[in-house]
């Protein structure tokens, strides 16, 4: 009997990625059946080069600070369609689910650590317990994105009844895929995988901040608190976090270029390192985005070219590389994880919207102080509530502009209704697409990929 199973088709995809990343240290059998024997090989599992990357490009493409002034009408290809936030990224039902698809193959890494690990031999019980617990915090975090692109923001409300995404547990490629979870669901199961897993974890990943750690558990739950807008709660763990693992926020004032730092594998403010998909790539920013820089602040030198004309009076003609590079190779990318800046500047918006403006504004100095030129650094100042929350949320887009997490806030700051419409323009510069408040575009549509094999599901608006 033939299986409609999307979970299968993304698994296939899976295998045949890890055939070709992992036959560097594990025999195949002539079946094409991947031997994970030792205790060992599932360690080496858990370094594979395909989960370092954690999130395609295309959802920077989403968010209010991006450009393009290359737009066709009609438009074509995937950039453009992400840009203008169609309902489908591909209309190919034989394509490749983009995002939905790199998700699932990460889980399925997970996934098989998890179903194997018990029964692999020459290794300690307490050695398969941290890898056990590496993986389930690996997966909690894909489920974090999936749940924040193909669920509604989270809303305790509604949260019971609002579709996500499967949750799924096993590397099996015959079984069947379980159905949609809810919101509440998924969320409720990262928190506990997480939770699970701490006491378990390696006390640090100094040596590989792509591992896990206890830091990097405290970090995610950090990051799932501030998604649900349970703000006291993700203070509480970006505290832990900072308590448990690094807590250091690189001076861009000691360094000549972002090239010079530690690469991220060892960074000093990573916590939990994760890459894009593709870490040679670039973004183009918005014009009006790039204005709102304090024109002293290096990320613009380090980050971004060029930046000649710190006015940015032409649209398109400057760019964001996210391995920090500008000629030959990289030695440095964006952080597509969890940092320490990051942490701060949640200890700091749970701390303006609970009137600690203390709090917020020390924790936003320790992030701005180590961005903006000595000579010209002003620490922000002011004892108005609404105006230090806006500060602070100003500074986490200066700080992880393209690193997938600012659609993720614009969702939920929609819901509280701090989100104005952002309109794309032509080349021309006039308006050609908007998306209002509370639009249904703030929640992907599950890929027609993926329906195909699923044709009972119900379907995102």
Same mark, same amino acid.
């Given at each position: 009997m033939k299986i409609k199973n999307a979970y299968t088709y993304l698994a296939t995809c899976a295998v045949v990625s890890?055939?070709?990343?992992?036959?560097?240290?594990?025999d195949i059998e002539p079946k094409?059946?991947?031997?994970?024997?030792?205790?060992?090989?599932?360690?080496?599992?858990?370094?594979?080069?395909?989960?370092?990357?954690?999130?395609?490009?295309?959802?920077?493409l989403f968010g209010d600070n991006v450009d393009n002034i290359s737009l066709t009408n009609p438009p074509t290809g995937i950039s453009m369609l992400a840009y203008?936030?169609?309902?489908?990224?591909?209309?190919?039902?034989?394509?490749?689910?983009?995002?939905?698809?790199?998700?699932?193959?990460?889980?399925?890494?997970?996934?098989?650590?998890?179903?194997?690990?018990?029964?692999a031999g020459s290794g300690t019980a307490a050695q398969k317990a941290s890898l056990k617990a590496e993986a389930l915090l690996g997966r909690a975090l894909e489920y974090l994105y999936l749940v924040n692109?193909?669920?509604?923001?989270?809303?305790?409300?509604? #949260?019971?009844?609002?579709? @996500? $995404?499967? *949750?799924?547990? =096993?590397? !099996?490629?015959?079984?069947?895929?379980?159905?949609?979870?809810?919101v509440q669901q998924i969320y409720d199961r990262i928190i506990t995988d997480i939770q699970t897993a701490i006491p378990d974890l390696p006390a640090n990943n100094n040596k590989n901040r792509y591992r896990g750690s206890v830091g990097a558990a405290y970090s995610v739950l950090a990051r799932t608190y501030l998604y649900r807008r349970n703000y006291p709660k993700a203070q509480e763990y970006a505290q832990?976090?900072?308590?448990?693992?690094?807590?250091?926020?690189?001076?861009?004032?000691?360094?000549?270029?972002?090239?010079?730092?530690?690469r991220l594998v060892r960074s000093a403010e990573a916590i939990y390192a994760r890459t894009a998909m593709l870490t040679? #790539?670039?973004?183009?920013? @918005? $014009?009006? *985005?790039?204005? =709102?820089? !304090?024109?002293?602040?290096?990320?613009?030198?380090?980050?971004?070219?060029?930046?000649?004309?710190?006015n940015f009076p032409t649209r398109g003609t400057t760019f964001y590389y996210q391995s920090g590079g500008r000629s030959g190779p990289a030695s440095f990318y964006?952080?597509?994880?969890?940092?320490?800046?990051e942490m701060r500047l949640i200890i700091a918006e749970a701390?303006?919207?609970?009137?600690?403006?203390?709090?917020?504004?020390?924790?936003?100095?320790?992030?701005?102080?180590?961005?903006?030129?000595?000579?010209?650094?002003?620490?922000?100042?002011?004892?108005?509530?609404?105006?230090?929350?806006?500060?602070?949320?100003?500074?986490?887009?200066?700080?992880?502009?393209?690193?997938?997490?600012?659609?993720?806030?614009?969702?939920?700051l929609n819901a509280e209704g701090r989100m104005p419409t952002v309109n794309r323009l032509d080349p021309n510069g006039n308006v050609i697409a908007a998306l209002a408040p509370n639009s249904a575009r703030y929640t992907l549509q599950i890929p027609i990929q993926v329906l195909f094999y699923n044709p009972d599901w119900p379907q995102n608006p």
């Open positions: 890890l055939l070709a990343s992992c036959n560097k240290y594990l094409g059946k991947q031997l994970l024997t030792t205790v060992s090989d599932y360690d080496l599992w858990l370094n594979s080069s395909e989960i370092e990357g954690c999130e395609p490009q295309d959802l920077n203008l936030w169609y309902p489908q990224l591909n209309p190919d039902v034989t394509a490749y689910p983009l995002i939905w698809g790199q998700h699932y193959k990460n889980i399925y890494y997970f996934n098989t650590v998890l179903t194997g690990i018990d029964d692109e193909y669920g509604k923001p989270y809303d305790s409300a509604s #949260a019971n009844t609002d579709l @996500a $995404v499967p *949750f799924v547990t =096993s590397n !099996d490629l015959g079984s069947l895929m379980p159905g949609r979870s809810t832990l976090a900072l308590g448990s693992g690094p807590n250091a926020v690189l001076d861009y004032n000691t360094k000549p270029s972002i090239e010079n730092s530690e040679g #790539a670039t973004e183009r920013p @918005a $014009v009006t *985005f790039l204005r =709102s820089f !304090d024109k002293n602040d290096f990320r613009l030198k380090f980050w971004y070219t060029p930046t000649t004309n710190l964006a952080n597509w994880g969890t940092g320490v800046a701390a303006a919207r609970n009137g600690d403006l203390a709090t917020a504004l020390r924790q936003l100095d320790s992030v701005r102080k180590c961005r903006i030129a000595k000579a010209n650094y002003t620490p922000f100042s002011s004892a108005d509530g609404p105006t230090v929350l806006q500060a602070v949320l100003s500074e986490r887009v200066f700080e992880m502009p393209y690193n997938g997490t600012r659609w993720f806030d614009m969702r939920r």
